[in-house]
Every structure is written in C-alpha cells, then in structure tokens.
C-alpha cells in the first residue's frame, strides 16, 4: 500500500515538471515572436536600428536673431541694449547666423561690446536706427573710450540699409549747436568712437549710414583683411576729430565707393598700417586723406608702408593728400602712392608736413620718422591757399618723392598762393606741372641722403 502511493507521488511531480516545462518554451516562443514583430515595425517606420531615444537637434544655419524678439522695445526711448546682447549671444553659437535690426525702429543703446569668437560668417544687419544716450553726462566713465565695439570677431559682416547715430553734439566742444560754457562741466575729456573693431580679422562693413559720432566713426584697431564698401559718414564741419574712418595696427584693408564728410580726416592711417587700398571715394568736407600724425609716441617705430590712394574727389577740404609726422619720433613711412585725385576748392592739396603741431608751439627734435617712396600723381583742381606743401625734416631728408602731372589752379574763391612750397625733399618731378613753381620743387641725386634715409628701414622692417 505504501509502495503504490510513492509511485503515485512520483507521477503527479513527473506530470508537474512536464507541464511547467512545456508552459516556459511556449512563453518564450511568444516573447521572439513578439520582438521580431516590434524590430518589423520599427524597420517600416525607418528609425535606426539600436536607437533607443531621439538625438537634440541642432539650431539650424542661418538663423536669424532678431532683437525685437529678445525684448527690444525699438522706441528710442528704452534701453535696448541688453536685448542686443542676448540676441548677440544667441547668434553667435550658430554658423552663418544674422542678428537683425529690424527697419522702421529705433533702438536705443548704451555702450555695449559684442564679443566673439563666434561661430564663421556672422552678419549684424542694421536696416533700423541705432541711437547712442544723447547726453555726454550720462556715459558711464568706464565706457568712453567706444560706443559700439566688437572684439575678436572672424568672417564678420555688418551690412544694411539703416543708421548709426552717435548723437554727438553734446560733445563737440567747438560745436554751433550749443553753448559748450553752459555745458563743458558735464562733457568727460575722453570721447567715444562710434563702432570700434578689435583684433578682428576678414571684417566687412557695407551699405550703412554713421553719423554724428563724438571722436571716429568707424576704426580698425590690430585687425587685418577690412573691406569696407558703400557706406555713407557724416558729421558736421566743424564737429572737431570725428575721423570718418580710423586704422591703427591694421593690414590688408581695401575701402571703397563710400562717402565721407565729418570735421577731421576722411580716412586716417596709423602706425602699424600696410597694404591699404583706399579707392573711389567721396570726401568732404573735412581733412582730406592723412597719414599720420605719426611719431607722438618717441618710445615705440611709426611704421606705414605699401598705401596705395586713388580715384578720389576732395571738396571743401582744408588737406588733400597729406603725410604728417610729429617732430622726435621714430619709424618710416615708405611706398606710398596718391593718384588719380581730383580737387575742388581745397586748401592744401598735396602736403607732408614732418613738423606737425597741435599747439601753438612744439619743441625742435632732430629724430624724425623718416619718409621714403612717396608718389603724387595725376592730381588736378582747384585749391585755396597753396598748391604743394612739402615740409620735411631738416636732419633725414625726404626720398623718392616724385610729383608728376600735377595740375592745381587757385580757387577763384581764395587768395591762394602760386608758389609751391618745398623744403629738404629728393626725387623727381614730369610735366604737366601747374603752376609751374612745382617743377623747382625737388631737389636731384642725393645718393648719400637715400643711403641715410635707408638705414633707418631697420628700426620698422
């Protein structure tokens, strides 16, 4: 009896074990199936394989950052600046991106520095009105040197159709707009340029007007490959150092089919400048198209080299094509060439002047930036006091300075005089030469002057 129900125990278990193992195959069966059924829709749908959660897409090219959408108001009255910042910030991680001022709106804004690096080809198009705080007073002391500046920005563009107004009239001190007696207590002694470029390589500025700023308008300062083309500067005459365009450490510039007034340099050149192409350009009123003045600083080399000025029209500027060198400094200008310019009514046409003063009286030095490789070429009109001013330094003589077809008659306007002006500068003169005392204005030879002169090319290149 004991014996049958053992084996009856026996066979329940056997029974159990078949029943369990039958159970998990089928289960597992259903499981593939099933797996293949989903990895079969998952095919169809075109998902990748093994991907479990979709990768962040990102921000796509050329997106465009507009500052309204980042809380400017765009009434001339609020501060837009902070707006101008995020949308900066915003853009500048997106390759091929533009931040848009949009037209038919005037922003206000405080100094404020957009920075990069950023990702390549950013634009900033300006077709609204970017406006400055009007009063001097209300700049704040730590931000005077610029209003707008870009620092260590690549492949960058500014283009549009709209206006940067600096709003300058408080601050020019010999200004007919105010009466400055009432006003100087408020006025800071350093002035503001309007849009200012830092270390900022492959920049193009185009299309844009900048107007009325309180010192430069636009300046370049130890940035290489600028093109600037088709801008519009303006300030009134007498706005005092409102340089249209300023360079200083800069190389490989091209600036072109722009017009310039203000009430100093159209175009200003400084040390550290090379492989400059200024060309079809409108200029005046204002101080023509300067190099210099170089030399200031006695401790550190002026160096300019391979300038090259043409296709230009003057009028109503108090200088043409002018070199200016501070007595005592040192450097070298050479390989400078001013064609093809034609002037209507301007004071000094052709000038270098290596005895450049800002007071009434300077000290005499005998160190001089020594200027070497000058050429002025096909200049014609009409000027007001006289016609060719050449002013060089009685220790290094100024070398290779060539005048040919230059054809300048006294305005009718002035009482200019016929005589040119010529002291201690070498090279050659070719006809036609008006008035005619041009043609006795460079001294010949000089071999061992040029050897002088050459021997301070070491302390630049």
């Keep these: 009896m004991k014996r049958s129900r053992s084996f009856s125990l026996l066979f329940y278990l056997y029974l159990l074990v078949i029943v369990f193992a039958t159970f998990s195959i089928v289960s597992m069966e259903a499981r593939k199936t099933n797996i293949k059924k989903k990895l079969h829709k998952r095919h169809k749908g075109g998902h990748t ?14 997106s465009t950052f507009d500052v309204l959408a980042f809380g400017a108001k765009g009434n001339g009255v609020s501060d837009d600046s902070e707006a101008l910042l995020a949308a900066w910030n915003g853009a ?9 001022i949009p037209a038919q709106f ?19 198009q300006i077709d609204g009105t970017l406006l400055a705080p009007s009063e001097a007073s ?11 500046n870009f620092k260590w920005v690549q492949n960058f563009t500014i283009i549009g159709s709209g206006t940067v107004d600096g709003q300058g009239y408080n601050w020019w001190s010999s200004s007919e707009f105010y009466d400055m007696q009432t006003y100087s207590k408020h006025i800071p002694s350093i002035k503001p340029t309007a849009i200012r470029f830092y270390s900022s390589n492959f920049v193009t500025v185009r299309d844009i007007r900048i107007i009325n700023s309180p010192l430069c308008h636009l300046k370049f300062d130890n940035s290489k490959g600028i093109k600037v083309n088709n801008i519009t500067i303006s300030s009134p005459e007498n706005s005092p150092n409102t340089d249209g365009i300023h360079l200083q450490n800069t190389q490989d510039v091209e600036i072109q089919r722009s017009i310039i007034s203000t009430g100093d340099d159209c175009v200003s ?13 409108n200029c ?18 002026a160096c300019v080299s391979d300038i090259t ?3 230009i029209s003057m009028k109503n500027t108090l200088f043409g094509a002018r070199i200016k060198t501070w007595q005592g400094g040192i450097g070298m200008v050479k390989n400078v060439t001013f064609s093809r310019i034609q002037v209507y009514d301007v004071m000094y046409p052709i000038m270098i002047d290596q005895y450049y003063c800002d007071k009434e009286i300077c000290k005499n030095h005998t160190s001089t930036v020594v200027i070497s490789g000058v050429k002025f070429d096909q200049i014609h009109g009409t000027y007001g006091m006289q016609p060719v001013h050449l002013a060089c330094s009685n220790s290094i003589p100024c070398t290779d300075v060539d005048l040919s077809d230059i054809q300048l008659s006294p305005s009718p306007k002035y009482r200019g005089l016929q005589q040119a002006v010529c002291w201690n500068s070498y090279g050659k003169s070719q006809g036609p030469l008006i008035p005619s005392s041009i043609d006795y204005c460079l001294r010949s030879g ?16």
Aim: hydrophobic share 35%; with cysteine.
């Design 49 to 62: 394989r093994g991907s479990h959660s979709p990768c962040p897409v990102p921000a796509p090219q050329g």
């Design 92 to 100: 500048c991680k997106v390759a091929a991106a533009t931040v848009k």
């Design 106 to 124: 005037k922003f206000l804004m405080k100094p404020v520095t957009l920075q990069g690096p950023c990702m390549p080809d950013l634009t900033l």
């Design 138 to 148: 209300s700049w704040p002391q730590s931000s005077l040197f610029q209003w707008i």
């Design 269 to 281: 050149i400084q040390t550290g400048c090379s492989n400059v192409h200024v060309h079809h350009i």
């Design 284 to 301: 005046g009123p204002g101080h023509g198209i300067s190099l210099g003045g170089l030399g200031k600083d006695k401790t550190s080399a």
């Design 309 to 311: 000025v043409e296709d």
């Design 446 to 461: 000089g071999g061992l002057i040029k050897r002088i002169a050459r021997s301070h090319d070491r302390v630049c290149y």
